[in-house]
Structures are given as structure tokens and as C-alpha cells.
């Protein structure tokens, strides 16, 4: 029997994690949430909801993805297979690995643009424009159907390049290489911030603390739902991640790990983007894809250093995108493998043909693909594998195989908290969503 590809080390591993979890979510929403919900006010519930998750779900689809050797579809089955249920799990695990893909597809419309304008700053294209309208213009074209495919097929061949030399070779050595250079380039942009005249206003509404915020409680939920989504409990990722692992590995402490880093990067982004509007004369109330590639280039462009600015920036965006982006093509992909009898490149092809497919047909309504996944699959998937690991296989084994490679069984009441208090939230993440249009 063919060795099942695994990360070489633990450092491997845990910066694979972290890229997973690093992506647009803590770059262009984290700082906006920050700056909408009172800085402080909003970091503390969010803080709290990060060593909640973080404590429960990723040490949950960590171990669950180790102990069933395999992604979502053999892992879900796995769970009823003592029920005489496995074709019922693993048509449930169909759910988040179809998720993961269609997120992957979203998510290659998203690093088009990354790449185009990461490009671009080093060619001048990037900050061409002398005004928002100019900005809102270029990108409202890239934006477009059928507007960026060059750019976004590029995106995706260096992606699948990367996949097809496997886990060990491939996305390890990659994520080694791109996490520690991201969080090098975004120190160094916060450093120059901080050299800016007007950046100390931009820290000071940080680390305030406004009791009305606080009380507010579109404060928790946002903070709920950025943590929730941040830390990439999603039924498909961690889980395939996990199933790499050796039994000598220690989950508890690589999940802190990853929760520690995602939460390090979301709040350099922070750190940079909140006082650099600071130093404009501008408040922060513009999240999402306008405020990577309208409002932020447009400030570059006034700045003084700018075009340096930018290309650090793009290319540290870029950096934590493709590492976002691995993760999400590999669940599927793994799937070909394990269900299907693919080699790794024929297994990363197919995909990739699917991929660069679809993404090129829903240029122009990438946003509401993303908004159905990210309100309605992502946290469905999440707590259908919470489910399925903590309900439906028996308490001495969940314990067993988080406790794997410690020398100190996990803290007592980690099953009762996963089962009673995780599984719950995954749904009211779901139920929130749907009622606000999304918190993540």
C-alpha cells in the first residue's frame, strides 16, 4: 500500500494552518470591524471568541481529520460507521468538501485581482489613478464579467503547480516560505506607519475601550462571526490538514499555535491599515473588496513613500491569499485521491479544469457566490463535523485521539464543552448569518 503523503515537521504543519486561516477575512473586514465597533470594545469579545473556537473547533477538526487518516467524506462516514450509516456520512461529507471547492473557486476570482494589482505596483498600473473614482473605475472593470481572466488563470496554475508536488513538497515548503515573509512585510509596513505624522490617532481609537460599543450586541455577533471564520472551522480544511498528521503530534498546542497567528495577523492588518487612514484624515467604514482595491491604493497614492508601500502590501496580500487558497484545493483534491484512485497531479488537474471553468463564469457575481458559502455552507460544515466527531463517536475516543501525542490528557471538560457549547454556536453562527446577511 502507497505511503499517504504527510508534513514533514511540526513547524511545517502549523504554518500551513495559519496560511489556511490568514487570508481576506483578517486583511480587508478585521480593520473595518475594528474601526465600526469602537476599537477595544470590539477586540475583547473577539479576543474572547478566539480562545473559545480556537480551545474547541480547531482542536476538534484537527484530531477528527488525524484520526479518520482522510478529508470530510471518509471522515463523516467514519462517524456513522458503527451506526451502520456510512454512506449517509459520507454523503454528508460531501457538504463541506463541495464547499471547499466552491469557496476555492470564489476564492481564485479574489486572487486574480490580488495578483493583477500586486503586478501592477511594481509596473505603476496599480496607482495610475489620482482619485477614488479613478480606483472605483479600474476595479469595477476587473470586477466585471469576463474582466480579469488572464490575471485570475495565473493565479490558479501557480496555485495548482504548488499542489501537485503534494503536501510535503509542495504546500509545506510553500507555506514555509510565504507565512514568514507575510509577517515580516506586514511588520515592516507597521513600522512605517508608525513614523507617519497623524498614525498615534489611528492607535488611539485601537486600544480604546467604548462602554456603548461594548454593550451593543452587533459588537459579539460581528466578533463572533470574525473569529468563527477567521480560524477556518469549516467542516473541510483543518480537518484535511489534520489528516496529515502523526500520532506523535501534539493537537492542542498547534491549534494554539495557528489561533495565536491568525490572530497576530489580523491584528498587524489592523495596525497598519487604521492608522494609515489616520495619517490621510480618513475613518475607516469601508470593508470588504473596495477597501483593498479602491480606498487603500488611492491613499497609497498620496502617500508619501506610496509605491513602496504598495508593493509591500500586494505582495504580503498575495503571499497569505495563495496560502488560503492551497487549502481550500486540497480538500477536493485529496478527495479524487482517497475516493477515487487519482494520482496527485490528475487528481490537482481535474480540479484545476473545473476550477479555472467556473471562476471565469462568475466574475461578475463572485460576491453573492461568496456571501451563499461563507453565510450558509461554511457553518453548516462546521458544525456538522462537530456533530459528527463529538455526538456520534463515543467520548473515550474523541478523548484518545486529542490526547495523542501530549504527555498530559487535555483539560476535563474539553468534550462537554465541544459537544454542548461548540456545536450550538456553529448553528447560531448559521442562524446570525442568515439574519444579517453574514457576520464573517
Known amino acids: 500500500m502507497k505511503k499517504r503523503d504527510s508534513f514533514n515537521n511540526r513547524l511545517g504543519f502549523v504554518l500551513a494552518c495559519i496560511g489556511s486561516a490568514v487570508g481576506m477575512g483578517n486583511l480587508w473586514m478585521f480593520p473595518t470591524r475594528v474601526s465600526m465597533y469602537g476599537g477595544g470594545s470590539f477586540l475583547i469579545p473577539y479576543f474572547i471568541f478566539v480562545i473559545l473556537i480556537g480551545a474547541t473547533g480547531v482542536i476538534g477538526e484537527m484530531a477528527f481529520g488525524r484520526a479518520a487518516r482522510s478529508g470530510p467524506v471518509n471522515a463523516f462516514g467514519m462517524a456513522l460507521e458503527s451506526r451502520g450509516k456510512r454512506s449517509l456520512g459520507e454523503a454528508l461529507g460531501l457538504i463541506p468538501m463541495v464547499g471547499a471547492l466552491a469557496m476555492a473557486i470564489g476564492y481564485t476570482v479574489v486572487m486574480g485581482w490580488i495578483l493583477k494589482y500586486a503586478v501592477g505596483t511594481f ?258 460544515g462546521a458544525g456538522l463535523a462537530a456533530v459528527m466527531f463529538f455526538w456520534f463517536c463515543k467520548k473515550e475516543f474523541v478523548e484518545a485521539e486529542v490526547n495523542k501525542g501530549r504527555e498530559k490528557p487535555l483539560y476535563a471538560w474539553f468534550y462537554p464543552l465541544c459537544k454542548f457549547v461548540l456545536c450550538p454556536i456553529c448553528f447560531i453562527v448559521l442562524i446570525l448569518g442568515a439574519m444579517n446577511g453574514g457576520i464573517g
Not at 490558479?156 to 510535503?168: S, Y
Not at 481609537?205 to 463572533?224: C, E, G, Q
Not at 491599515?273 to 475607516?284: F, Y
Request: net charge negative.
Open 123 to 380: 509596473t505603476g498600473a496599480t496607482l495610475a489613478y489620482t482619485d477614488v473614482d479613478g480606483y472605483a473605475g479600474a476595479f469595477g472593470g476587473m470586477a466585471s464579467a469576463f474582466g480579469n481572466n488572464i490575471w485570475q488563470l495565473g493565479a490558479l496554475l501557480i496555485c495548482l503547480a504548488i499542489t501537485m508536488l503534494g503536501i510535503g513538497k509542495g504546500i509545506e515548503k510553500a507555506n514555509k516560505i510565504m507565512m514568514p515573509l507575510f509577517f515580516l512585510l506586514f511588520v515592516g509596513l507597521g513600522i512605517y506607519i508608525a513614523m507617519q505624522p497623524g498614525s498615534a490617532e489611528g492607535y488611539k481609537y485601537i486600544f480604546r475601550v467604548d462602554p456603548v460599543a461594548l454593550k451593543n450586541p452587533m459588537t459579539w455577533v460581528y466578533a463572533l462571526g470574525q473569529a468563527f471564520f477567521s480560524l477556518s472551522i469549516a467542516g473541510n480544511g483543518t480537518i484535511i490538514y489534520g489528516s496529515y498528521l502523526s500520532d506523535e503530534e501534539n493537537i492542542p498546542a498547534s491549534a494554539a499555535r495557528v489561533a495565536f497567528f491568525d490572530t497576530l495577523a489580523a491584528c498587524l492588518a489592523a495596525l497598519v491599515i487604521i492608522p494609515a487612514m489616520a495619517t490621510a484624515g480618513s475613518q475607516l467604514d469601508q470593508g470588504g473588496p473596495g477597501l483593498m482595491f479602491i480606498f487603500l491604493p488611492n491613499l497609497f497614492h498620496s502617500m508619501p513613500g506610496g509605491s513602496i508601500f504598495a508593493i509591500i502590501f500586494f505582495v504580503a496580500v498575495l503571499f497569505a491569499g495563495m496560502t488560503s487558497l492551497l487549502n481550500l484545493y486540497e480538500t477536493p483534491i485529496a478527495t479524487l485521491q482517497e475516493k477515487f484512485g487519482f494520482g496527485r497531479i490528475s487528481a490537482s488537474l481535474t480540479i484545476g479544469v473545473i476550477g479555472a471553468v467556473v471562476s471565469i463564469l462568475i466574475q461578475g457575481i463572485v460576491s453573492g457566490w461568496m456571501d451563499v458559502l461563507s453565510i450558509y455552507i461554511c457553518p453548516l
